[in-house]
């Protein structure tokens, strides 16, 4: 049975920058478009970024962009995510989901996935 499990969380100062991984066992991510959501307490999951199988173009959301990105290493099996100047809005769970097929859509969510990670905690705090 495959899964994702994600790591890398932890609690950075304002400003600092974190690196999550998001590792997949029992299937390979190769075919497999990459989302990357998060969840604050008391609201709802956001999509945070997108990185396709087929070209890894990325798309991200507003809040993000140009802060935050995605990449991915077929030979670990492995995606990540980048965080730069984070600040306390950035503070929530952060997931991530596998759909095959392999296309973000032009979109930086998913729509579906195949498989989702447990999440990590990220808490941007002085």
């Known amino acids: 049975q495959g899964q994702l499990v994600e790591s890398g969380g932890d609690l950075v100062q304002p400003g600092g920058s974190l690196r999550l991984s998001c590792a997949a066992s029992?299937?390979?991510?190769?075919?497999?478009?990459i989302g990357w959501f998060r969840q604050a307490p008391g609201k709802e999951r956001e999509g945070v970024g997108c990185?396709?199988?087929?070209?890894?173009?990325?798309y991200y959301a507003g809040s993000v962009k140009g802060r935050f990105t995605i990449s991915r290493d077929n030979s670990k099996n492995t995606a990540y995510l980048q965080m730069n100047s984070l600040n306390p809005e950035d503070t929530a769970v952060y997931s991530c989901?596998?759909?095959?097929?392999?296309?973000?859509?032009?979109?930086?969510?998913?729509?579906?996935?195949?498989?989702w990670g447990q999440g990590t905690q990220v808490t941007v705090s002085s």
């Open positions: 990185i396709s199988s087929r070209d890894s173009r990325d």
């Open positions: 029992g299937f390979s991510l190769d075919y497999y478009a």
């Open positions: 989901a596998a759909d095959f097929g392999g296309t973000c859509g032009g979109r930086y969510y998913l729509i579906s996935a195949d498989y």
